[in-house]
């Protein structure tokens, strides 16, 4: 079980973005103002230099220091230029380093409280000092006389409070923009730290490993396929079930429409183009059950997720039991009417009717000639035992619907059905699509007449109805999952008669195709289906 932290992740972040941003900031300030600092004094000793060199080239004060400044023609001049360039001390000295000028005219005569011997060995010097007046950038050159010897040096030197006060009103204002650079930072990591938060739904990160844990475990734990679209379409999350169901593993991302063949029902639901409740689809071989559900939270559209269930086994049953029960309902119905027949004739027998009884028996055997053949009175070609049964229980059920289910003269089928769940899986949805289109037809006596004919190991079956035929453009439509021909308007039927049966054939390389779509009205005609389902046949038929 996970403790809860004392602080939020969405607050640690922003906690730690905002001391990165701090300290980042400091450091940038503090890095600012010590490369600021060092160029301040390098520019003030460059202008110091400057003006010592300009006060070294003025011949008459190298004359008067040559002379030794009787007329104290050095200090006056060093005093003027010191006024006009702001400059703290103009300096100058003969070769021992006693002062000819000074702000002070009291330290005029002694020697200079600096090092001299730079300037004096004929080197120019730019330094950071403090001498009398305190601490100075100064320059330092020598003098020349005219005979090109040292007669001393010149040294300026500027205030280094003037270099602390520029320093400080340059960093005042870079102040102004690093702070303004924190509350950008402090404001943007509050922004992300809300983004963060509603992108995680306002769940720590150790909830959101639980729920990983969780959703995996459930989703390759539960016997149903799900897959998850997003709202752009792309697969999300396809457990192991739904990877077994529809035969392929997607990769996360792929489109959802990847999962299913083109043009089909399942597709038409994994894209989004149609919306599903419990619909029956097919998947290859398979019978689905496929339920979409949209998912949203505070109105946004986060996609969908489509459950599959596998119903195949269910459907493979099912179509068993609807033979079973086909046949079951055909000899109920013959044994009710049998049992009224043979009431009648007793009756007609104990009132001493003998006459009529034998008419009765001879009007029961011409009806028993027109109508369905029973199992051994199908065509001898038919020889498969299961295959006569089969259709002897199909025309007795079309019978009781008011249709008439003929074998056609060209039937020949020798040997045994080897595989007798596809032979009625095909033949008897063909039957019964066609029986219910001669039923709801218009034209009277309604028919349906179906030919079978064997080809080696291959079986070829033509139906033919009296209805009034396929509604346009469903001439292929009534193939796809959902679409009836009960219903073909709305398609509320579950539709999956056809369908399976042109996948079963397909399944065997075979195929179910309606070859005339038939048309309405007194001179029309039906529909005609035709089917050829390979390999159904056993060895013998093909001797």
């Known amino acids: 079980m996970s403790v809860r932290p004392r602080i939020s992740f969405a607050r640690q972040v922003l906690i730690l973005q905002v001391g990165v941003v701090v300290v980042v900031a400091v450091l940038g300030y503090g890095l600012v103002a010590w490369m600021l600092d060092g160029r301040l004094r390098d520019q003030y000793g460059q202008r110091a230099l400057t003006v010592a060199r300009t006060v070294a080239v003025d011949p008459e004060i190298a004359d008067a220091v040559a002379a030794g400044d009787p007329g104290h023609i050095v200090q006056d001049r060093a005093e003027r230029i010191r006024v006009r360039t702001g400059a703290l001390f103009v300096v100058v000295t003969d070769s021992r380093g006693i002062r000819f000028s000074h702000p002070n005219p009291s330290r005029l005569g002694e020697h200079v409280s600096t090092d001299p011997s730079d300037a004096l060995a004929g080197r120019e010097v730019v330094r950071v000092e403090r001498g009398t007046l305190g601490l100075s950038a100064r320059g330092k050159v020598p003098l020349y006389g005219r005979n090109g010897q040292i007669l001393g040096e010149v040294s300026v030197g500027f205030d280094a409070r003037a270099i602390d006060r520029e320093l400080g009103h340059v960093l005042r204002e870079m102040s102004l923009f690093v702070a303004g650079a924190v509350l950008l930072g402090v404001a943007a990591s509050v922004a992300i730290g809300r983004r963060l938060k509603r992108q995680t739904l306002g769940l720590e990160p150790y909830e959101l490993v639980e729920l990983v844990h969780e959703r995996e475990a459930v ?233 079978l004919l064997g080809d080696g190991r291959d079986l070829h079956v033509t139906v033919t109805d009296s209805g009034d035929g396929l509604p346009d453009g469903l001439r292929d439509a009534v193939f796809d999952d959902g679409i009836s021909t009960r219903d073909a308007a709305s398609g509320r039927s579950r539709g999956l008669g056809l369908g399976l049966a042109r996948r079963t054939a397909r399944a065997r390389d075979g195929d179910v195709t309606f070859v005339d779509a038939g048309t309405a009205g007194p001179g029309g005609s039906g529909a005609v289906a035709v089917a050829r389902i390979p390999g159904v046949l056993g060895a013998e038929a093909m001797r």
């Open 219 to 451: 989703l390759h734990g539960v016997g149903e396929g799900v897959v998850a679209v997003d709202s752009a379409g792309r697969i999300a999350v396809c457990n192991d079930e739904a990877s077994r169901l529809l035969g392929v593993t997607p990769e996360p991302g792929a489109p959802a429409g990847d999962l299913a063949a083109a043009g089909t029902t399942l597709r038409d639901v994994l894209t989004g183009e149609r919306e599903a409740a419990n619909l029956f689809v097919t998947a290859g071989e398979r019978v689905l059950v496929v339920n979409r559900r949209a998912v949203r939270r505070d109105r946004r559209d986060l996609g969908a997720v489509i459950t599959l269930r596998d119903r195949t086994d269910l459907e493979t049953l099912a179509r068993e039991l609807d033979s079973v029960s086909t046949l079951f309902d055909a000899r109920r119905a013959q044994r009710h009417e049998y049992a009224n027949r043979l009431h009648t004739l007793s009756g007609l027998l104990q009132l001493g009717h003998s006459e009529e009884a034998a008419e009765y028996v001879g009007t029961l055997m011409d009806d028993a000639a027109r109508r369905a053949p029973a199992p051994d009175n199908l065509p001898d070609p038919l020889s498969d035992p299961y295959l006569r049964a089969f259709l002897s229980a199909k025309g007795a059920v079309a019978a009781e619907k008011g249709v008439r289910l003929d074998i056609g003269a060209g039937s020949y089928v020798p040997g045994r059905v080897a595989d007798p769940l596809d032979v009625t899986t095909v033949v008897g949805n063909l039957v019964d699509n066609a029986v219910e289109a001669a039923r709801l037809g218009h034209r009277r006596p309604a028919r349906v007449e179906i030919e």
